[in-house]
Structures are given as structure tokens and as C-alpha cells.
């Protein structure tokens, strides 16, 4: 009989470039398929890369690469979008792929200290960085402001 | 037990409607104590307040809700009458209730332990008020309570993120909805592909021998056959009732989306909701008595619009009240009734939606407005006495002028018009002003429709879409490369008879582009005095766009609109061409047209608004410009300084048009400068007696809108 409850989260995998990394599931708000971005003038930059419909409404779309500064391998894979949403705030993020949802335990995440990851972490053979959200959230709601 | 959050907000809601309802009984019930059905609403509507604040555990609310009623029941009976003063109390009370329903659904408890001694102190009040004057005591039952009640139409409330929402949903299904047509004509060819299977089978069996087949081989042949015939016959079918379904599914994507842009408008009456009470207090307030009528309470305006309308209708009423309607003593001795009227219209006309505020008071008194146009400062005596009515009124709508001796609470803050003027600019509408001396003003708000849609001119730059207002663009115009000139490092164009810059859209814009010298698509704006021409990429045509506003966090985006989504579900960014304009100017200000020798013009006219206005157009286009009041001024500058052209009016003190032409062309000296007469005279007999005495040429004031002087300016010195 186990004393307390094993914290399981369920993570969405995806890839950039050639790396693999994890957002937990309860901060994506849906995955979509790979749209057109239009720059906006005067405040299109690195990370915020410009403005995407998502479901009829434009909304802002960031690049993660730039934010993790990982070069996109854009290859045979058809991109995606994921967005994410954080207290009625959401962003838009391309992505290479999608590799699918695992549901992880709190003990498996190796910590690390390397910028916005939580840890390292290797579930039924995928190898995967878990990113900080809240950090993440933080640095993006500083950037378009 | 606590009463979950969404009970809360319900009890809000019906605060907020209930509170309304009294509002408005209690205004018409001062007019009309007496009335039965007034009574019997506003006791029905404290009553339900009562009820809600008692599920809601607000005890304070429960008592003052029920000393309202007893109030009205009291009336009912007849045991007190609903004068002035109690009705002032009652409006209290209402107050409570309305900014209680204005508190967060966590503030309440707070909010009520605050207020908490107002609000025993008011019941103590109407408890007070309740008992009011011992009138007989009579023994009639009260009036029957089987009130007929106007059916209403129901209402929902909703908030604006979920409307958008919707709307974003209903036109991303037509974007998806519209693959659906090419797909259905991809399954036809595929048709004829399986047609092609039958063909090719039959001459495959054409070319055999029937000696040659064994039985087996007949009978597989024959399957062979029919499964094909089958294929094709049931994917015929199949393909019918996609057809069908297309057809239905895009009918009804359409119809959804139409029905929730229409679900944008409401009517006018819900923006008017609280000025009846505006009228009675403010009136009390005064000393006045004013009555508002609304017409056109049903017309249908955009929530949008409706929304940012609150705050210039509201300043135009007090106006009115304030410095329109007269007291009563002053409206009996001029023969008008005690009670001023305003007006408060609404009506779709001429595909726009106008509002008028107008009253029947004093009107505007010109003479007044002139003195404080130079007591202000703004301009002298003898330049005030000569502007036209049209001229004075807009000196109202200047920011800091206000017409009130002090700066009270009422309207005399001196920002008002202004800002009346720059919110009614924003929504892409205009104020017109008229009175009567003695009888009224009128104030006439001409506004579009819809916000929400936007018919607009499609382009490209820099490879993403951008749309362009179509009201205010000029002119598409494409230039070949031959016909481009640099002036400096600046180009322009010769267009509509003048030299036009020429400048790039992505430079304005920040964005990257290339500077090709192939030919040019260029738009052409203008702002009063000048066109610029905006090159870009792609002309796309006229597209009718549902506007969208652009996420708050990126703030006020310069030369940025909103944005909106194509039909293929493509972004859009609408353009703000004022702001384009002025970038546009500052761009060229820093890099201005070297003169191949500045062209230098008199303008003699005795009307400062019309010096300022023709130096202004004539400046921009580059050339340096002087002015004289009148013609013996004009005579003294062109004898010190040279002048390339002089433009003069005819009307004058000290020497008007006509004398100055013939000293003119008496001088050897400037006998053979270029004149050009502006005159607000323009018959032919006038026209001949300007050219007699020696005009080149001979305009009315009313060309200035349409560039004639400039392009006659042009044609005689460049």
C-alpha cells in the first residue's frame, strides 16, 4: 500500500529541430495544423514572430525556437501549431511535429539547470527536456508587452 | 451555506434589470403619481429584489428592498402620495441597488459593511416616508393586480469573448466549408476514371475469342463486368448526395455566420437607459424643467457603436440642459411652455446611421461665442467679427473652450465638445451643428452602421495581405518605370496635374522590402491639402472584411487599424491612413524636395481662416508662400519682395481685388505677374470684369475641395 499518491502528469511531446521536449497537457489548449503567420509592423521580432488564425480569431504566434534557441529541422515532417493558454492569455507556437501524450511521474524528471527545463526525462523509449511552463509563460508575457 | 459564485451572478443581473425598471417608474411616476400601473411595476420590482437579496443572504438589501415596497404599497392605498422629494428618496435607494449590482461577486459582502450606515439610515428614511401625511383613511381596496404586461423580447446576456468566439467558430466553418466545392469536383474526375475501367475492360473482352475462354473464364469475365457496372453506379449515387450535402452544409455556414453578425446589433433604446434619469436630476439640479423624448427606440445600432456613444450623447444632454434649455420664468416671457424638450432620435438613413440631440431652447448665441473667441485669445476683435456663423461654431468644438463662466461639475470642464468630436471621428462618423436663435439647437451625429464590417481595398506588402479603407482612398494609379523622377533622393509621379512623392510601403511599415525601379502600383491618399502616392506589391481588389480587434496586448500599433481573415482563412492587418499620412509627411519632411528654385506666392485675402488655409495647401506642395490682409498690404509686399504669382480675393477694405489688378499692371515692374482672383462671386459678369482689369484667371472660393487652384497654380509658374 503506497503511503501517498504518485503525482502523474501527462505530457505532450513534441519536436524542434532535433530535439524532443514536453509541456504537461493542462496548459495546451488544442494542436492544430501549420498556418500562415503575418508579421505585424512595428512589433514582429524574434520571439514574437506575428499574428495566426486559430478558429477564425487572430492570435499571437511566438517562436519557441527563438526562445530556446533551437534550430528548426523542418525535413519530411508536416508542422504544427500547438497553443497554449494561461489565465485567458494564449500564444501560438509552430512545431515540427508532434510525437504524441505520456504520462510521466513526478521521480522520473532528472533535474536540470539548463534555461526554461525542468528536467530530463526518458519514457517508453522517448527522450524528451521538460519544459518550465511557468517560466516560459513569464518570459512571453514580458516579451509582446 | 454559502450561495455559489454563479447565484451570485445571477442576483446581479436581475439587481441590475430590476434596478433599471424602478429607475424609470419612479422618473414617470413624478409626472404622474397617481398611476396605477407605475405603482404596481416599481412594487413588483422591489418585491424581486427583496426575494433575490433574501436568497442571497444580503440582510441589509432584504430590509431596504422592503421598505421600498412598503412605500409603494402605501401609494397603492393612497395613504401617501409620491411627491418630489419622496421620490428623491425612493431614487436613492435604487442607487444602492445599481452600484451594489456594479460591485465584483466577491466585493458584495464587502461593499455592504461600508455602505452599511447609508443604507440603515435611508430605511429609516422611507420608514419615516411610509407613515408621510395622515390622509383619511380610507377603505379601498387597492387596484386590481391584473395588469396586462407588454410582451417583451427575451434577452441574454453574454460576454463580448464569447461573441467573439462564436464569430470566429462560424467563419472558420465557411473557410473549411468552402474545400469542400473543389473537393466535389476532384470525386467527379475521379467518375470518369472508373468510366475508363469499363471502356478498357470491354476492349479487353472485344479482343478475345470466345473459343478460346473455358467456362471458369466466362463467368469470371462476367463478375468482372458487373462489379464494375456496380462501382460505378453506386459512387454515381454517392457523388449525388455529396452534391446535395455540399449545397445544404455551405447554405447553412453562411446562414449561421450572418445570423451572429447580426446578433452585433441591439437597439438604440438599450444605450439610452439612463438618460431620463440624467434629465431629472440634472433639471432639478438647474432649476430647470426638461423632458426627454427618444424616438426610434427599436433602429438597430451595433453593440460597438452604442457602446462608445454613451459618453458623447451624454455630454451633448447636459449641454443642452445646461446651456440650451432656458428656466422656466425666461421660457414663459419669451411664449414657450415651462418644460424644455430634448430630443434624442435615432434612424438608418441614406445606408448611415444617424443620431440627433436637439432642444428647444435658446439656440447659440453667435455674438457671445465671438467675444469669447477673443477674450481667449484666439484670435482679435476685427478677425472674430468676420468670421462666417459656420466658422464660430467650430471654435465650440476646439479643446479648452467651453462656454461656462465656472467650472462646475456640469459641462463646463471646456473638454467636452472636443472630445465629443474626437470620439464620433474614431467611429468614422461627423458632428453637424445647426440652430435656431431663440428656438433650439440641433446636433446631428451621422455614424456608419457597423463597426464590424468594412469594405476595403485588398493589397499586398512584403507578402502578407493588408486592407485599405475604401472611403479613404483616393485613387489606384500604376506607374511605369520612364515615368518615375527623382527630386533629391525623393521620386514622385505627375498625376492630376501636379508633382505626386512617391513613397514605400514597407518603409513606413518597418518591414523588409526591395527597392525595385520597375513599375510601381501605387495608392494614392490625401489629406486636405496634398496627395501622396503609397507604393506597394499587389493590388488584390475590393473585399468586404469582418473587422476584428487586434490583441490588447500588443497595445495601439501605429498605422494599424485591426485585422480581419480572408476567405481562405488568411490574416489581414486594415490600415489607418491618417496615421500612414502623417508618417508619410514626416518621412518626406526629412527628406524634403530640393526646390529647382522655390516658386514664391502672395496671398491676399481679408479672412485669416482662408489665408491660413490656401498658405497651408500651397506650403505643402512646396512652395514658399506670404499673405497680405488687404489689397493696399498686398501692393506694399510686392513692391519690396519678389513674387512668382499673387492670389487674391476681391473683396476688401483698403483697396480691393479689382483696384489692386489695375495697379498692378500699371507697374512695368509686375505688370506681367500671373494673377489668380478666388472670389466667392462668381458670375459670368464678375468673371469678365476680373479678367477686364487684368486677371489671368478667374476661380470660386468653392474650388478649394477640388484642387482646381492648385492645379491652376501649377499650370502657370510649376
Redesign the interface.
Known amino acids: 500500500m503506497e503511503q501517498q499518491a504518485k503525482k502523474v502528469q501527462s505530457i505532450l511531446v513534441f519536436r524542434l529541430g532535433h530535439q524532443l521536449f514536453g509541456l504537461p497537457t493542462l496548459s495546451i489548449q488544442e494542436v492544430s495544423p501549420i498556418?500562415?503567420?503575418?508579421?505585424?509592423?512595428?512589433?514582429s521580432g524574434k520571439i514574437l514572430s506575428?499574428?495566426?488564425?486559430l478558429?477564425?480569431?487572430?492570435?499571437?504566434s511566438v517562436s519557441l525556437y527563438a526562445l530556446l534557441s533551437v534550430e528548426s529541422f523542418p525535413g519530411k515532417d508536416i508542422g504544427r501549431m500547438i497553443a497554449i493558454k494561461r489565465e485567458g492569455?494564449c500564444w501560438v507556437f509552430p512545431v515540427d511535429s508532434v510525437e504524441g501524450i505520456l504520462s510521466c511521474r513526478e521521480e522520473e524528471i532528472k533535474k536540470a539547470s539548463d534555461p526554461y527545463i525542468k528536467g530530463y526525462m526518458e519514457i517508453e523509449n522517448l527522450s524528451f527536456a521538460l519544459l518550465d511552463e511557468e517560466l516560459i509563460f513569464q518570459s512571453l508575457q514580458k516579451d509582446?508587452? | 451555506m454559502n450561495p455559489s459564485d454563479s447565484l451570485k451572478e445571477l442576483f446581479r443581473t436581475e439587481l441590475e434589470t430590476q434596478s433599471k425598471v424602478l429607475s424609470q417608474a419612479l422618473i414617470d411616476l413624478e409626472k404622474k403619481p397617481d398611476d396605477p400601473y407605475l405603482l404596481e411595476t416599481s412594487m413588483r420590482a422591489a418585491h424581486s429584489i427583496k426575494g433575490a437579496a433574501k436568497v442571497i443572504l444580503l440582510e441589509p438589501i432584504v430590509r431596504l428592498a422592503h421598505a421600498m415596497e412598503d412605500c409603494f404599497v402605501a401609494a397603492q392605498k393612497k395613504q401617501i402620495q409620491l411627491d418630489v422629494q419622496r421620490v428623491d428618496l425612493l431614487l436613492k435607494g435604487v442607487d444602492i441597488f445599481s452600484n451594489l449590482a456594479k460591485t465584483g461577486k466577491k466585493e458584495m459582502g464587502q461593499w455592504i459593511g461600508q455602505t452599511g450606515t447609508v443604507i440603515e439610515s435611508l430605511i429609516d428614511e422611507l420608514s419615516d416616508l411610509k407613515k408621510g401625511t395622515e390622509t383619511a383613511q380610507r377603505s379601498e381596496t387597492f387596484i386590481s393586480t391584473s395588469l396586462i404586461t407588454a410582451p417583451q423580447e427575451k434577452v441574454l446576456r453574454m460576454t463580448a469573448e464569447s461573441l467573439n468566439k462564436l464569430m470566429g467558430l462560424a467563419g472558420e466553418s465557411m473557410v473549411e466549408a468552402r474545400w469542400l466545392a473543389p473537393f466535389g469536383e476532384s470525386l467527379q474526375k475521379f467518375k470518369s476514371n472508373i468510366k475508363q475501367l469499363s471502356l478498357t475492360f470491354d476492349a479487353v473482352q472485344s479482343n478475345l475469342k470466345e473459343e478460346d475462354l473455358n467456362d471458369q473464364a466466362k463467368a469470371n469475365l462476367q463478375m468482372l463486368q458487373i462489379q464494375i457496372k456496380n462501382i460505378y453506379e453506386q459512387y454515381k449515387k454517392h457523388l449525388i448526395d455529396l452534391a446535395d450535402f455540399i449545397s445544404r452544409y455551405s447554405f447553412l455556414t453562411e446562414r449561421l455566420y450572418q445570423e451572429i453578425l447580426n446578433s452585433r446589433m441591439r437597439p438604440f433604446s438599450d444605450g439610452v437607459e439612463g438618460f431620463a434619469r440624467i434629465v431629472r436630476d440634472l433639471g432639478h439640479e438647474l432649476g430647470k424643467e426638461v423632458r426627454l423624448e427618444i424616438i426610434g427606440k427599436s433602429t438597430l445600432v451595433d453593440r460597438d457603436i452604442l457602446e462608445k456613444l454613451k459618453s458623447p450623447l451624454t455630454h451633448l444632454l447636459r449641454n443642452s440642459i445646461s446651456h440650451g434649455i432656458e428656466t422656466p420664468q425666461e421660457r414663459l416671457s419669451v411664449g414657450k411652455p415651462e418644460e424644455g424638450v430634448v430630443k434624442m432620435e435615432a434612424r438608418h438613413q441614406g445606408g448611415l446611421l444617424e443620431i440627433t440631440l436637439s432642444d428647444d431652447g435658446r439656440g447659440l448665441d453667435i455674438d457671445q461665442l465671438r467675444k469669447l473667441i477673443v477674450e481667449k485669445k484666439y484670435l482679435t476683435d476685427e478677425m472674430a467679427a468676420h468670421l462666417t456663423v459656420p466658422e464660430v461654431i467650430n471654435f465650440l468644438f476646439l479643446p479648452g473652450f467651453s462656454t461656462s463662466k465656472d467650472l462646475t461639475d456640469i459641462s463646463g470642464r471646456g473638454v467636452g465638445l472636443n472630445v465629443v468630436q474626437n470620439t464620433i471621428k474614431e467611429i468614422g462618423g461627423r458632428v453637424e451643428t445647426t440652430f435656431e436663435e431663440g428656438k433650439g439647437t440641433t446636433f446631428d451625429l451621422l455614424l456608419p452602421i457597423t463597426l464590424s464590417v468594412m469594405r476595403a481595398l485588398l493589397i499586398e506588402i512584403s507578402g502578407d495581405f493588408y486592407a485599405l479603407p475604401l472611403s479613404r482612398i483616393d485613387r489606384t494609379v500604376v506607374i511605369e518605370q520612364e515615368n518615375i523622377q527623382l527630386s533629391g533622393n525623393s521620386p514622385f509621379f505627375h498625376f492630376f496635374d501636379q508633382d505626386i512623392p512617391l513613397v514605400q510601403a514597407w518603409e513606413i511599415l518597418e518591414l523588409v522590402g526591395t527597392r525595385t525601379s520597375e513599375r510601381q502600383i501605387a495608392i494614392l491618399v490625401s489629406d486636405r491639402s496634398a496627395y501622396f502616392g503609397l507604393a506597394i506589391d499587389r493590388l488584390l481588389g475590393e473585399k468586404e472584411l469582418v473587422v476584428q480587434e487586434l490583441d490588447p496586448r500588443l497595445g495601439k500599433i501605429p498605422h494599424i487599424l485591426a485585422g480581419s481573415l480572408l476567405e481562405d482563412g488568411s490574416p489581414v492587418l486594415i490600415l489607418d491612413v491618417e496615421d500612414i499620412v502623417q508618417s508619410i509627411k514626416s518621412y518626406l519632411q526629412m527628406n524634403p524636395k530640393p526646390s529647382k528654385q522655390t516658386k514664391r506666392i502672395l496671398i491676399i485675402d481679408d479672412s485669416p481662416t482662408v489665408r491660413e488655409f490656401e498658405a497651408t495647401l500651397l506650403k505643402n506642395q512646396g512652395y514658399e508662400v506670404e499673405s497680405a490682409e488687404n489689397g493696399k498690404e498686398g501692393l506694399n509686399a510686392l513692391n519690396l519682395r519678389p513674387f512668382d504669382l499673387v492670389i487674391s480675393d476681391l473683396d476688401m477694405p483698403r483697396m480691393d481685388g479689382i483696384t489692386l489688378l489695375k495697379e498692378v499692371r500699371k507697374d512695368p515692374k509686375l505688370k506681367s505677374l500671373p494673377v489668380i482672383i478666388v472670389s466667392y462671386k462668381s458670375t459670368e459678369e464678375e468673371r469678365l470684369k476680373g479678367i477686364t482689369a487684368g486677371a489671368t484667371a478667374y476661380l470660386s472660393k468653392n474650388s478649394f475641395h477640388d484642387l482646381t487652384m492648385l492645379q491652376e497654380v501649377h499650370k502657370l509658374i510649376g
Open positions: 498556418k500562415k503567420i503575418h508579421r505585424i509592423p512595428h512589433r506575428g499574428l495566426v488564425n478558429n477564425g480569431e487572430l492570435r499571437l492569455d509582446p508587452a
